[in-house]
């Protein structure tokens, strides 16, 4: 299973029923930029901190969720 960072933040702004421009504000950077980012399959830790933050969300948790859930597998498999 691998998680695309970029449709995760886009899915979280839709559901706080936030616009792409309220987040480029708060991220002190251009729309464009935003559309980039929902592109992204990865991310910059720092720029995934900050997102996290604005939105109020951790999304370093999914990448945790991805890790139990193959350790989950693993253990299963042996």
């Given amino acids: 299973m691998s998680i ?3 449709k995760e933040i886009k899915a ?5 029923e ?4 309220w987040l ?8 464009t930029n935003v559309y980039d980012i929902f592109k ?10 900050r997102i996290s933050m604005i ?4 999304f370093f948790a999914l990448y945790c ?3 139990s859930i ?3 597998n693993i253990s299963t498999e042996v």
């Fill in 4 to 6: 695309h960072i970029g």
């Fill in 12 to 16: 979280e702004l839709l559901r706080q």
């Fill in 18 to 21: 936030r616009g792409v421009s």
């Fill in 24 to 31: 480029a504000d708060k991220l002190h950077c251009d729309r």
């Fill in 40 to 49: 992204r399959e990865g991310i910059d830790t720092r720029l995934l901190e």
């Fill in 55 to 58: 939105l109020h969300r951790n």
């Fill in 65 to 67: 969720q991805e890790d």
């Fill in 70 to 72: 193959e350790d989950e």
